[in-house]
């Protein structure tokens, strides 16, 4: 059955009015983000100071945060099956169920990766040593206690997205980044100790808001220990995602863990430029797969395989329009975004050069990243999660061999 083009038209305007409300609000969150690693870039340069703070916040999400990820991903296609085959009170106890769930288990992870954490740097950070694996440890034991809060958030601001609510998630954002950029310019006249605390006092003002958003809505939170059927077979879907998102963690994470053998500020430098590509990818490709995900999710639970197709073409054409031209400017102006951004106080010429090779390569594969995130997306809305999987092992396996030879 063909779709029908006036359904296409309509559908594209609709997301391209939405995304453009979102990248407004989601360029002030990333405004505040950039502000933030400005002044970390001014006040602390690519010491190892920067070095620890970005290594114990990525380790996290390497180990745990996936997990969390991919229970509020598989949690949207069984959530809007539910709503079309029992109405939106059994939808509310499943997503309270899953709350519970997610909860629990990230209180035991956190608690994990506290005790353990002096152990997990000197595995996944082996090339730290002395001061800089030290306060790598301190910060890592703050940073695995956000996770408890992440976990809620990503299932509420799910929940939200499959009410058509995009626009005050995104608000919410901008307590966790404030808070942040506070506790760095504070750790620079106090003490750089306080930095982690950020991330983690940024995360408890994000989740409370989005609780009270997702109340608004209409959800209600009632504790209970009983695991229903469809909580447990969210759980089942979310073991393939998991691997997934964990695969591309280690991908991304494989580059820092090479590089803090290499000449200091490395990994600083990797870190900055990641930032400023997904910079891009935030305000373009993730907006447009957020809004185009939930009329996956629907159409397939409805059996509107119309509506469905129109979805696909619609943020296909979106994000090829988009990620195309991002990709060649950044490429080509890479070193001058850099010096723009960053270079200034102990951010000096040397650390621009360093940056900006980081940048050029992460933006030379900024059209097939939007492309590979929709793709994902497609797949997990009809519940095949284990497709994007073996497609993320066979990428994996080729950067880490790539990363072994170049480094050697």
Same mark, same amino acid.
Request: glycine content about 8%; charged content about 15%; proline content about 3%.
């Given at each position: 059955m063909k779709g029908d083009p006036l359904l296409g038209e309509h559908l594209m305007r609709t997301a391209a009015k939405t995304a453009a409300l979102m990248a407004v609000l989601t360029l002030g969150t990333k405004v505040l983000g950039f502000l933030r690693e400005v002044f970390m870039a001014g006040f602390f340069g690519t010491s190892y100071i920067v070095d620890a703070y970005v290594m114990a916040s990525a380790i996290p999400g390497i180990l745990f945060a996936g997990i969390f990820t991919s229970v509020a991903v598989s949690y949207m296609p069984i959530f809007s $099956?539910?709503?079309?085959?029992?109405?939106?009170?059994? +939808?509310? $106890?499943?997503?309270?169920?899953?709350?519970?769930?997610?909860?629990?288990?990230?209180?035991?992870? *956190?608690?994990?990766?506290? !005790?353990?954490?002096?152990?997990?740097?000197?595995?996944?950070? %082996?090339?730290?040593?002395?001061?800089?694996?030290?306060?790598?440890?301190?910060?890592? $034991?703050?940073?695995?206690?956000?996770?408890?809060?992440?976990?809620?958030?990503?299932?509420?601001?799910?929940?939200? @997205?499959?009410?058509?609510?995009?626009?005050?998630?995104?608000l919410a954002g901008y307590l966790q980044s404030g808070f942040v950029l506070a506790a760095i310019i504070i750790s620079a006249y106090y003490s750089y100790y306080l930095l982690a605390f950020g991330l983690l006092i940024g995360s408890i003002l994000r989740l409370v808001a989005v609780f009270f958003?997702?109340?608004?809505?209409?959800? %209600?939170? %009632?504790?209970?220990?009983?695991?229903?059927?469809?909580?447990?077979? !969210?759980?089942?879907?979310?073991?393939?995602?998991?691997?997934g998102s964990t695969v591309n963690q280690i991908n991304s994470f494989v580059d820092?863990?090479?590089?803090? +053998?290499?000449?200091?500020?490395?990994?600083?430098?990797?870190?900055?430029?990641?930032?400023?590509?997904?910079?891009?990818?935030?305000?373009?490709?993730?907006?447009?797969? =957020? !809004? !185009?995900?939930? %009329?996956?999710? @629907?159409?397939?639970?409805?059996?509107?395989?119309s509506r469905f197709n129109e979805s696909i073409g619609t943020g296909m054409n979106i994000i090829l329009i988009i990620s195309l031209?991002?990709?060649?400017?950044?490429?080509?102006?890479?070193?001058?975004?850099? @010096?723009?951004?960053?270079? $200034?106080? *102990?951010?000096?010429?040397?650390? =621009?050069?360093?940056? *900006?090779?980081?940048?050029?390569?992460?933006? *030379? +594969?900024? =059209?097939?990243i939007a492309i590979n995130a929709l793709l994902v997306k497609v797949y997990y809305s009809m519940e095949d999660m284990r497709t994007p999987v073996i497609c993320g092992i066979f990428g994996a396996a080729v950067n880490i061999t790539l990363n072994l030879i170049l480094v050697s």
């Open positions: $099956r539910i709503v079309e085959e029992k109405g939106i009170d059994e +939808g509310n $106890r499943f997503t309270a169920e899953s709350i519970t769930i997610t909860s629990f288990i990230a209180l035991i992870t *956190a608690l994990a990766g506290i !005790i353990f954490a002096g152990p997990v740097v000197e595995i996944l950070a %082996r090339g730290f040593t002395g001061k800089t694996a030290e306060l790598t440890v301190f910060f890592l $034991r703050i940073t695995f206690s956000y996770v408890i809060f992440t976990a809620a958030t990503g299932l509420l601001e799910s929940y939200l @997205q499959y009410k058509g609510t995009f626009l005050k998630p995104v958003v997702a109340k608004g809505k209409g959800f %209600r939170y %009632r504790p209970t220990m009983r695991i229903g059927k469809a909580a447990k077979e !969210i759980m089942v879907l979310a073991v393939p995602v998991f691997i820092k863990m090479l590089a803090s +053998g290499l000449a200091e500020g490395s990994v600083s430098a990797l870190n900055y430029g990641y930032l400023l590509i997904n910079m891009i990818t935030a305000l373009t490709i993730t907006i447009i797969v =957020t !809004i !185009i995900y939930p %009329r996956l999710t @629907q159409s397939i639970a409805a059996s509107d395989h031209p991002c990709s060649l400017g950044a490429m080509l102006y890479s070193s001058p975004v850099v @010096q723009l951004v960053y270079e $200034r106080g *102990a951010f000096n010429g040397a650390s =621009t050069e360093l940056t *900006a090779g980081a940048f050029f390569y992460y933006a *030379a +594969g900024l =059209t097939f």
